[in-house]
Structure formats: structure tokens, C-alpha cells
């Protein structure tokens, strides 16, 4: 059923059914399923308290038991499965799921979570079916911490992904949802450092044309019940408050849409980001601006409830405000089936952890991964004596927005049962050391009671450890020393960020009391315990573990971290046992081909609330590369990562990526390699080649800095919609037609034919550029795909109808979107670089016009170009300012204004102290306006003004003479921290 005929359905279905049964006379109107959801949200909401509706605004909305309403709590965090709320089906990581380029995939990814969802639902009340997911932020650097939970660098083929997975996790019932999913984070937020105070600086092209793009085309969809605002700022006001929230979300869409902020957020709007004097005023602005649930203070909603209660006492909201944002609640409540047990169709739901979810998990896995390079070894040939190496090679990896594991598949377990234990040979490849103290002792893990006895949760039935019962306990034995030692396995995951893991697997971990101990199946946690430094000091090391940021320390109980003043840190002499490169060498020689198999680990270098430095692989595993290749047998390089690298891929004879996958990771790349499935996952991100390819991580202007695969003018590792597959496949007969006016599409089509021996997976791309554009438009741009299965010798003849609204840019001289006459390139082929064929079509549209400057004037931020310019705020309730950057000074550009028959005076609407120069085209200033220090006068010079208040919202007119005509570039120069918002001009 498309989306059009869904919300068709939903829209006759909530005016109330005749048939249903009515109501007992006593039970309210609210309870009456023939009414229409408003009339019953209307009911509802003239039954409750003032109190009873502020409390709802918090996460936790209380229970009301005077009209049996129970508890109910937004934000169930469900990216790739189930999180945080114990084992679910896990499947890859979003980024993964980008990588299958396959809508109706992800589609029914989303509907198995969604059961999922339900299932546990019924049996832990807990979880809630207002979903967190998915995130829809595009991948626009690659160093961003939580590329893992992004789709694509590209905003329509996010847009697809996100689009589909949504569907599946609402449902397709016209009037129920299964779950209510929200959208995060809006917006323009791809930066943990200082995340909850940075400022995107964003200018309106790339805004519209860019950040905005990803999100509107998912809540038109109407799959979406909501979003979540981002830590950060956007041209310098929270996004919290922002009034896009306003301007643009809630004008995309007639629902009701639910906005959740982030956790701790509300608060951050006074504690960290000073936007506002007090939590009251801090509360009821993100209220007005369109924020319906607050999530903060955990579960105490107590904090929120007299922050709004001092809002309304004060006067800065009305009951009128919380009624706007409590109706929101309560329509996804209704649609959520809250009220109507007896009708949700969702109700009593077990789909969980069922023989079709496990194949799915498996599915997705395969179709995400991705082979990057393949000189004819892969598929490996039967009777291949394979090494199989790295640190990642028998893992398993989960992340922070993980469930926990049903089932595990690691690459070798996966290889052993598929090409038989006697033609494989593991070596993981790390260090092996032991840690000896400045008294000659060594570090020491004591052995764990192994009874089998479970009384003290350690150990399972079979008296083997149970890993997901080992992290943080504290009545495990600390470390100590001895004569002998502990061989640890030492793993550097980059930048000096170690983990120490012991013979039995179990890491090295400190808990709230401080020791250490051998407790942790593997890294994690808010805060990861599981990892250390090793700091050279004087002969040896000292350990820091980088948890607590403390050394640590051998005390008379046990080893810990130093926290008195009287124990000093422990020196460390670091004993070498074997070389990881030793290990790897010694059984590569032994074999035909070496898979090496490299990565992160998601809780470690990368993850929320820490962006990565570099594209480059962690030394140690570079150095496992090295001696893999050094070996003399083929090498194939396997990585299992959450975003690109940067890697030398000289001497490999093959490369493939994947996303860490879920419980299936290993079982699909060892299907992959033995050639049972031919890949056909495609980058939904560029892989630049070096990091000097890269612009600053707080660059939100993709057009200015030539970012992503639209605008990167160098060349890549790897392009943006690349793979490669293990069948080959021919494109022809390329057609366009339909170049209608407004309203229209242009429908494209070709044949694509697999001339390989295998079946296969292609994904046939289309993409489209402007031949002549009158302004910067992108290099080329992803406008349909589509993922096709063929048959040896088979053909398909894939159509792809593209609107013409698709060929726009947003027109800054004008405030609008608009299609530029003329002709523009349509290109199809196996990825972004990688095109076999094009031809051109001519559309109509609305040719250029000049700005009409001397009737509107000029908003400063909608330049065509600019240097040394960033975007603020231009009042802390709505609009947008320029001002120079760190440099102190900046430029901005004009093109084709029109000042008619002539204008004698220019006037500019600024704030603060400095100079704005105007100059036509690249000559000398014409018109020179100082701005005095505020309260002395209007200054001297060309320049005169008024105003004289001192704060950055306090702005003050000031005019100058200037002598223009016709249609001509302006140019300003700024000097000094001021703001300047607005430019006019008068004849």
C-alpha cells in the first residue's frame, strides 16, 4: 500500500467507526472509539488538572488513576534493535543498514524491532513504544563520533532508508501504530566535541538544500510521529528553542508531532550553554518554540514540574501552551492504541526472537557488506588454507544502542564451520605482556571459583563464565601481584587508548569502589571502565586507567586505582612476551591466503560524546597489515568498523567493509568470502583518502568547503555509492522523457543486464547535475536508486521517476526553491564515480532574477558567498545575523543586485562595535560605516545611527551615503565583533 493510500485510510479511520460497540453510558467520551481522535483528545484534556497536564512534560509521565490513564514514558531507544532493555534480536549498525542501498530490506528490519518492541512490552512494562530512532543526521564528516547511527552522507538516500525503516516500525494498520518512532537529532549535528555548546553554522542553501532535506522528506512521508532536537546550537540559538521547529517541521505536515528533547538538554539551555538567566524562562522558551516532552533529571520529573509551574506563575506560559504540547502527547498516545486495548490490533504481539527475525538479522547482514577491491581471489577457493588474524577477527561487537546478544557469530567461529577447522589457522595478532611493579612482582588475576556454581552469578549451568554478569561486580578478588604474573593480551585501539585482556577473556575493568579487577566481558558503558594509558615515566610506565584519570596503584588489599594522598601511583616496567606481528607472520606462512581482520571498537575512539582524530587505522593494526603482507600469501583486508578509514590498499588483493552486523556479523562475511552470497552492499559515505581531504570537524558549510561526494573535487579512496560484486553487469538503452512543467517528473529508465556466472545483486544509481547552473550546484547528486537481482544472463529494466522539484536549489536571492531552465546531465551507473551512462534532458523553470534590494534590502545571511563569516542569531526567539569569525574580520558577497534607477543611501542594521565596508563588484569601499561603542553618539566618518544599547540583541541603524544603479555584485567587508542582521538601501 503506498503512503498516500495509508494516510487516506488513517484519516477515514480517526473520524470514528459506527460500528464499533459503544461505549457503557457512565464510561467518558474520551473512551468512545466511534468518535474521531481530536474530539476525544479534547475530552481527555478538559478532564485533567492544570497539575495533572504539567506533569505529563516530563519523560515520565505519572499515572493518573482517578481516570485510568496509566504511566506512560517517551523514548524507547530502538536504532538496529531493541536497546538497553536486555537481549533482543541485534542487527547491524545503522550505518550498515544505509550500506544495503535497499529501502524494502530496512523496511522489514523496522517491522521485526517494532514486534519486538511489543512483545517485551508485554512482558516489562518498562519498555516503552515510543521509539528513539531513527537517527536521520547526515554523515557529513567522517570523524563525527556516531557516524555508527547515521545512514548516509547523501539526504535522499537517507531520507529512502529512514523512510522505510519508520514504515516499519509504525505498521501498516490505518488507525494503530506498533510503535510511534522519533526522528533524532534535528538538526545540523555532526560534532561530540562540544556538542552541547558548539554552533553549526549553517547557511540557508545548505539548510534547505542539505540538513533540512533528510527530515522533511521522512515526515511527509507520515511514517514519523516525532523528533528530537540535537544538543547543539544552529547559527548561534539551541536548537531546543530554534523556530524551525516552527517554521519548517510542523509546516511539512498536518499530524501531530511529538517533540522530545534530549537527555539533560532543557537544562544545558542555562548550564552549559548561558542562553538563558533562569530554568523558568530556559523552559517555557523550548515549550513555545514547540518542545512537548522534557527529558530530563532521569525518571524525576519533580525538576521539570516546578520549572513549568514557575513559568506559569511568572507569566512566560499560559495553560493554553501546555494544552498545545499535552494534545501532542496524547495523539501519539491514541494512535499508540493506549486507549482502545480491546481494538489495538498490536496488542499481545509475540513475535520475538523468531526463526524469521534470526534469518532477517542475517539477511541485513549479508546485503550490508561491502567489497571495496578484488584482484579474482574471492571468492575463496575450496581446499584454501586460510590465516585468519586480528583483533576483531573473533569478536562480536556491540554499541552503545545495542541489545544484548541472543545469539553471536564471530568471523572465525563463522570460517571454522564453514571451510572446516583443518583449513583454518587463528592468530589474533595483539601484544602479549606482562606488567611488572618496582618491587619485582608482576600483575596478577586471580583465578575465579570455578565450581560450577552459580549462587554467586559467575558462572551459568554449564560452569562456564557468564561474561553479561562479570561487568562491574565488586565481589570478584581485585588484582594482585606475584612472582609470576598474568600474560596480558594488550590491545592499542589508536591515540595511546589501551585495553588489557586476561588469558580467560575477561578485561581488565575498575569498579565504584576503585580496584581493579578481571570482571568485563568487553568494553562499555557510559563511561568505559575497560581502558588504560600507558605514560612513560622515569625507567617505566605509569598506568593510568582513563575511567577515574587516575594512576594505578599496588595497595596491601589489592591493586586500584590511587585515589589517598599517602599511595603513590605504581611504576611499571612493561614486559614484552610476543610481538602481535610475530604471531601473525608465523601462521600466514603456513597459508594460502591471510584474511586480516581490523576495526574499532564502538565503545572506544568514536562513539557519542567522542569524535575520532584521524582516518588512520591504529598503529598496531597497521602493523598487523604489514606483517601480513610481509608473509608472502594473499591478503585479504576485512573491516568491521563503524565509519571509513584511510588505508594504503597497495598489495591487498582484496578489500571488503561492513558495519559492525548484530548477532550475525561473522556468519555473513564468511558467506560472503566462500562466495555463498556475491556482496552487493554499496558506501552510503565518501572515503577520502587523508585526513588533509577533510574540512574542520564544526564546517557545516558543504558547499563553501566542497564537502561530501556532491561538492569533494579530490579524489577518493573510495567513492560514494561504490562496490564491487562477484558477477558482472552491463548498462544500455538509457531513456528520459517527461519534462513537463510544475508538477511533473522526468521518468528515466535503462537496461541492466548480469553478464557474470553467478547471481547477483546490482544497485543501479541515478544522479543528476545542473550543465549550466548560474550558481554553485553540486558536482552531481543522488536522485533515485534502486537494488535489483539477476540471474546469470538475465535483464531488468529498472524506472526511476524523478520530480522535477528534484533539480531545484534553494534561490537565497529570493527565500524559495527553484528549477533553473535549462539543461542538466542524468547519469547512471554502479556509483557516484562509476558512471556507464548518461544523456541530457532540457527542463523549463523560472529563470534567475536580480535581487530587488531596494525594495526588500538584504538579509545578511542570505549571501552568495562568504570568507571568515559565521552564522549567529539574530534575537534569541527567531532570524539570523552575520558576523566575522575568530580572524576578526570577514567578507561577504551579493550577486546581482538590483538597485533600479538608483539608490543614494545604505543602511545597516547591526550590533556591537566595528566597522561594516560596501563596495560594488571588486572595487575600492564606497560607503564606510564605524560603529561607535554603545552610549557614545552616533560617531564620526560617513556613518550616522541610534540606539545605544550594549548587548549582542541591542542593534542600532546606521546609514552612509552610496551612489548605485542597475544590476551590480555587493560586496561588505566586517570588521570587529559585531552582528550585523539586515541591509537596505533608499533612494
Given at each position: 500500500m503506498s503512503i498516500e493510500a495509508l494516510r487516506r485510510r488513517c484519516a477515514a479511520a480517526s473520524q470514528g467507526d459506527p460500528h464499533v460497540t459503544p461505549p457503557s453510558p457512565s464510561a467518558p467520551p474520551f473512551r468512545d472509539q466511534r468518535l474521531p481522535f481530536a474530539k476525544r483528545i479534547d475530552d481527555l484534556l478538559g478532564r485533567l488538572t492544570l497539575d495533572e497536564k504539567v506533569s505529563f512534560l516530563h519523560q515520565f509521565a505519572p499515572a493518573?488513576?482517578?481516570?485510568?490513564?496509566?504511566?506512560?514514558?517517551?523514548?524507547?531507544?530502538?536504532?538496529h534493535g531493541v536497546a538497553w532493555m536486555g537481549p533482543a534480536t541485534v542487527f547491524p549498525q545503522a550505518v550498515g543498514l544505509g550500506a544495503t542501498w535497499n529501502p524494502e530490506l530496512v523496511r522489514r528490519v523496522g517491522e521485526a524491532v517494532s514486534k519486538e518492541v511489543r512483545a517485551m512490552r508485554s512482558r516489562d512494562d518498562r519498555v516503552g513504544l515510543n521509539v528513539w530512532s531513527p537517527t536521520v543526521n547526515l554523515l557529513r564528516h567522517p570523524l563525527w563520533g556516531r557516524n555508527e547511527e547515521g545512514y548516509s552522507e547523501d539526504p535522499r538516500l537517507t531520507s529512502a532508508?529512514?523512510?522505510?525503516?519508520?514504515?516499519?516500525?509504525?505498521?501498516d494498520h490505518p488507525v494503530y501504530w506498533r510503535t510511534a518512532p522519533v526522528l533524532k537529532h534535528w538538526l545540523a549535528h555532526n560534532n561530540e566535541t562540544a556538542r552541547d555548546t558548539a554552533s553549526s553554522s549553517v547557511r540557508p542553501r545548505v539548510l534547505h538544500e542539505y540538513d533540512l532535506r533528510a527530515f522533511r522528506e521522512t515526515v511527509e512521508a507520515g511514517t514519523a510521529a516525532g523528533v528530537m532536537p540535537a544538543y547543539?546550537?544552529?547559527?548561534?540559538?539551541?536548537?531546543?528553542?530554534?523556530?524551525?521547529?516552527?517554521?519548517?517541521?510542523?509546516?511539512?505536515?498536518?499530524?501531530?508531532?511529538?517533540?522530545?528533547?534530549?537527555?539533560?538538554?532543557?537544562?544545558?539551555?542555562?548550564?552549559?550553554?548561558?542562553y538563558f538567566d533562569t530554568h523558568e524562562e530556559a523552559t517555557a522558551a523550548a515549550l513555545l518554540a514547540g518542545v512537548d516532552s522534557f527529558t530530563d533529571h532521569g525518571t524525576d520529573g519533580r525538576t521539570i514540574v516546578a520549572r513549568v509551574r514557575g513559568a506559569l506563575d511568572q507569566g512566560l506560559l499560559t495553560e493554553a501552551d501546555v494544552d498545545i504540547a499535552v494534545r501532542r502527547q496524547l495523539s501519539v498516545r491514541f494512535r499508540l492504541g493506549e486507549f482502545d486495548p480491546d481494538h489495538d490490533p498490536h496488542t499481545g504481539v509475540d513475535d520475538f526472537d523468531t526463526p524469521a527475525h534470526r534469518a532477517l538479522a542475517q539477511e541485513s547482514a549479508e546485503q550490508a557488506i561491502v567489497l571495496l577491491g578484488n584482484d579474482g581471489l574471492l571468492p575463496l577457493a575450496p581446499g584454501t588454507r586460510l590465516a585468519v588474524v586480528g583483533l576483531l577477527a573473533d569478536e562480536c561487537k556491540l554499541d552503545w544502542y545495542s541489545g544484548s546478544l541472543l545469539h553471536r557469530s564471530t568471523p572465525l567461529e563463522a570460517l571454522y564451520e564453514r571451510f572446516g577447522a583443518e583449513h583454518v589457522e587463528f592468530a589474533e595478532g595483539v601484544d602479549r605482556v606482562r606488567l611488572r611493579t618496582s618491587a619485582g612482582t608482576f600483575l596478577h588475576v586471580p583465578a575465579v571459583d570455578?565450581?560450577?556454581?552459580?549462587?554467586?552469578?559467575?558462572?551459568?549451568?554449564?560452569?562456564?563464565?557468564?561474561?553479561?554478569?562479570?561487568?562491574?561486580?565488586?565481589d570478584l578478588p581485585p588484582l594482585t601481584t606475584d612472582v609470576l604474573g598474568t600474560e596480558?593480551?594488550?590491545v592499542d585501539w589508536g591515540e595511546g587508548v589501551l585495553t588489557l585482556r586476561a588469558p580467560d577473556g575477561r578485561y581488565l575493568s575498575v569498579a565504584d569502589d576503585g580496584y581493579v579487577r578481571a570482571s568485563a566481558d568487553q568494553p562499555g558503558g557510559w563511561v568505559v571502565q575497560e581502558t588504560f594509558r600507558l605514560e612513560p615515566h622515569g625507567n617505566g610506565h605509569l598506568l593510568r586507567h582513563l575511567g577515574t584519570g587516575r594512576p594505578v596503584c599496588v595497595a596491601a588489599d589489592g591493586v586500584r586505582v590511587a585515589d589517598e594522598p599517602d599511595i603513590g601511583p605504581e611504576i611499571f616496567e612493561l614486559v614484552l612476551v610476543e610481538r602481535g606481528e610475530d604471531a601473525v607472520a608465523r601462521v600466514a606462512a603456513r597459508a594460502d591466503a591471510v584474511l586480516v581482520v581490523a576495526g574499532n571498537d564502538p565503545h572506544i575512539n568514536g562513539r557519542e560524546t567522542e569524535d575520532r582524530t584521524t582516518l588512520r587505522l591504529p598503529a598496531q593494526q597497521e602493523r598487523l597489515l604489514r606483517a601480513a603482507r610481509a608473509a608472502g600469501p594473499r591478503t585479504v583486508l576485512a573491516l568491521v568498523s563503524a565509519y571509513p578509514y584511510a588505508f594504503g590498499a597497495g598489495g591487498l588483493s582484496a578489500v571488503l567493509w561492513t558495519a559492525h552486523g548484530g548477532q550475525a556479523a561473522g556468519t555473513a562475511l564468511a558467506r560472503v568470502l566462500a562466495g555463498d552470497v556475491s556482496p552487493a552492499g554499496r558506501l552510503p559515505q565518501t572515503w577520502y583518502a587523508d585526513d588533509a581531504d577533510l574540512p574542520d570537524l564544526l564546517d557545516y558549510d558543504v558547499i563553501g568547503s566542497r564537502q561530501t561526494y556532491q561538492y569533494f573535487e579530490g579524489t577518493p579512496l573510495f567513492p560514494f555509492?561504490?562496490?564491487?560484486?562477484?558477477?558482472?553487469?552491463?548498462?544500455?538503452?538509457?531513456?528520459?522523457?517527461?519534462?513537463?512543467?510544475?508538477?511533473?517528473?522526468?521518468?528515466?529508465?535503462?537496461?541492466?543486464?548480469?553478464?557474470?556466472a553467478v547471481t547477483a545483486d546490482e544497485v543501479p544509481q541515478l544522479y543528476l547535475r545542473a550543465a549550466a547552473p548560474s550558481v554553485v550546484r553540486p558536482r552531481r547528486e543522488l536522485a533515485a536508486h534502486t537494488r535489483i537481482t539477476l540471474a546469470p544472463g538475465a535483464s531488468a529494466r529498472p524506472v526511476f521517476e524523478v520530480p522535477l522539484a528534484a533539480f531545484g536549489f534553494w534561490d537565497v536571492a529570493h527565500g524559495r526553491w527553484r528549477v533553473e531552465p535549462g539543461p542538466y546531465e542524468l547519469l547512471v551507473g554502479a556509483s557516484s564515480e562509476d558512471v556507464r551512462l548518461r544523456t541530457a534532458v532540457t527542463l523549463g523553470g523560472a529563470s534567475a532574477a536580480p535581487r530587488p534590494v531596494r525594495e526588500r534590502g538584504l538579509g545578511a545571511a542570505d549571501?552568495?558567498?562568504?570568507?571568515?563569516?559565521?552564522?549567529?542569531?539574530?534575537?534569541?526567539?527567531?532570524?539570523?545575523?552575520?558576523?566575522?569569525?575568530?580572524?576578526?574580520?570577514?567578507?561577504?558577497?551579493y550577486r546581482d543586485c538590483d538597485f533600479g534607477a538608483g539608490v543614494r543611501r545604505v543602511t545597516v542594521t547591526v550590533a556591537g562595535t566595528g566597522t561594516v565596508e560596501v563596495s560594488l563588484g571588486g572595487g575600492a569601499p564606497l560607503a564606510t560605516l564605524p560603529l561607535p561603542a554603545p552610549g557614545s553618539g552616533s560617531g564620526s566618518g560617513s556613518g550616522s545611527g541610534s540606539g545605544s544599547g550594549s548587548g549582542p540583541y541591542d542593534y542600532r541603524t546606521l546609514g552612509a551615503d552610496l551612489a548605485a544603479e542597475g544590476v551590480r555584485d555587493l560586496r561588505l567587508r566586517l570588521r570587529g565583533p559585531l552582528r550585523l542582521a539586515h541591509v537596505g538601501f533608499s533612494g
Open positions: 493518573v488513576p482517578r481516570l485510568g490513564i496509566a504511566a506512560f514514558r517517551t523514548g524507547q531507544e530502538a536504532l532508508i529512514a523512510v522505510a525503516y519508520t514504515r516499519g516500525l509504525r505498521g547543539n546550537l544552529v547559527n548561534g540559538r539551541p536548537n531546543h528553542v530554534s523556530p524551525l521547529l516552527r517554521e519548517q517541521l510542523r509546516a511539512w505536515t498536518d499530524d501531530d508531532l511529538l517533540v522530545c528533547s534530549d537527555a539533560g538538554a532543557p537544562s544545558n539551555l542555562v548550564d552549559s550553554e548561558h570455578d565450581a560450577g556454581e552459580d549462587a554467586e552469578g559467575v558462572r551459568g549451568t554449564e560452569g562456564a563464565l557468564d561474561p553479561a554478569l562479570l561487568a562491574g561486580r565488586t596480558f593480551a594488550l555509492g561504490h562496490g564491487l560484486s562477484y558477477a558482472s553487469f552491463a548498462y544500455a538503452d538509457l531513456t528520459a522523457d517527461g519534462t513537463g512543467g510544475t508538477g511533473g517528473t522526468v521518468r528515466v529508465s535503462c537496461t541492466v543486464t548480469n553478464t557474470g549571501f552568495d558567498e562568504q570568507s571568515g563569516i559565521v552564522i549567529v542569531d539574530r534575537t534569541k526567539a527567531s532570524g539570523d545575523a552575520v558576523t566575522p569569525g575568530p580572524a576578526g574580520t570577514g567578507e561577504l558577497v
